[in-house]
């Protein structure tokens, strides 16, 4: 329910995005990226393109040489604040994601997938946010991750579900952690 609600009031400003990435660049709007799930399933998760058509597909922007050359102006903006992320409440409206959980990643982050599989934590949904992003975002290393991912599947609760949506507020408008 508060994914369909969260769906219907950004949908005028997913408009607005959608039309700027459509006019920015060449290529679909819309990037879909296959990515392990509850259980290791692997699902197809959705995000507003924030990269030219051309840059390689699958692969971790931390892998990248070079990642800011294929990263748009738009998509800059996107990606700092967070909302390539808002097309993931139709993943919530699946089924294949949570509001919060662990954050989902490219199938060839092996290092970080396999130390999730170690630790448990496929037992719990994927989330748009999560513990591991209001604890450091993109600033946690691949193990530091996966055990704070680990001490939420552990460890999660309605309580620290609501800790992780309003955390998730001030991390994304302060866009602290965001490479």
Same mark, same amino acid.
């Given at each position: 329910? /508060?994914?369909?609600?969260?769906?219907?009031?950004?949908?005028?400003?997913?408009?607005?995005?959608?039309? &700027?990435?459509? &006019?920015?660049?060449?290529?679909? %709007?819309? +990037?879909?990226? #296959?990515?392990?799930?509850?259980?290791?399933? /692997? =699902?197809?998760?959705?995000? =507003?393109?924030?990269?030219?058509?051309? $840059?390689?597909?699958?692969? $971790?922007? %931390?892998? *990248?040489?070079?990642?800011?050359?294929?990263?748009?102006?738009?998509?800059?903006? *996107?990606?700092? !604040?967070? +909302?390539? #992320?808002?097309?993931?409440?139709?993943?919530?409206?699946?089924?294949?994601? !949570?509001?919060?959980? =662990?954050? @989902?990643?490219?199938?060839?982050?092996?290092? *970080?997938?396999?130390?999730?599989?170690?630790?448990?934590?496929? #037992? &719990?949904?994927?989330?748009?946010?999560?513990?591991?992003?209001?604890?450091?975002?993109?600033?946690? @290393?691949?193990?530091?991750? $996966?055990? /704070?991912?680990? #001490?939420? $599947?552990?460890?999660?609760?309605?309580?620290?579900?609501?800790? &992780?949506? *309003?955390?998730?507020? @001030?991390?994304?408008?302060?866009?602290?952690?965001?490479?």
């Amino acid at each position: 329910m /508060v994914a369909l609600l969260a769906l219907m009031l950004a949908g005028i400003p997913m408009l607005i995005i959608g039309a &700027c990435v459509w &006019c920015s660049t060449k290529g679909p %709007t819309l +990037l879909k990226q #296959e990515r392990i799930g509850q259980y290791g399933k /692997v =699902f197809t998760i959705y995000k =507003f393109r924030t990269m030219y058509y051309n $840059a390689p597909h699958d692969v $971790a922007t %931390t892998l *990248l040489e070079n990642a800011d050359s294929y990263i748009t102006p738009v998509g800059r903006f *996107l990606r700092k !604040s967070s +909302l390539d #992320e808002l097309p993931q409440l139709i993943n919530v409206l699946k089924g294949d994601m !949570s509001l919060v959980g =662990f954050r @989902p990643v490219v199938l060839t982050e092996k290092k *970080l997938n396999n130390l999730r599989q170690k630790y448990g934590v496929f #037992e &719990c949904k994927p989330g748009i946010t999560g513990l591991a992003q209001v604890r450091g975002r993109d600033d946690l @290393p691949y193990k530091e991750k $996966a055990l /704070v991912d680990k #001490e939420y $599947a552990e460890n999660r609760s309605v309580k620290m579900d609501l800790y &992780c949506l *309003l955390m998730t507020i @001030p991390v994304a408008l302060t866009q602290r952690g965001a490479k």
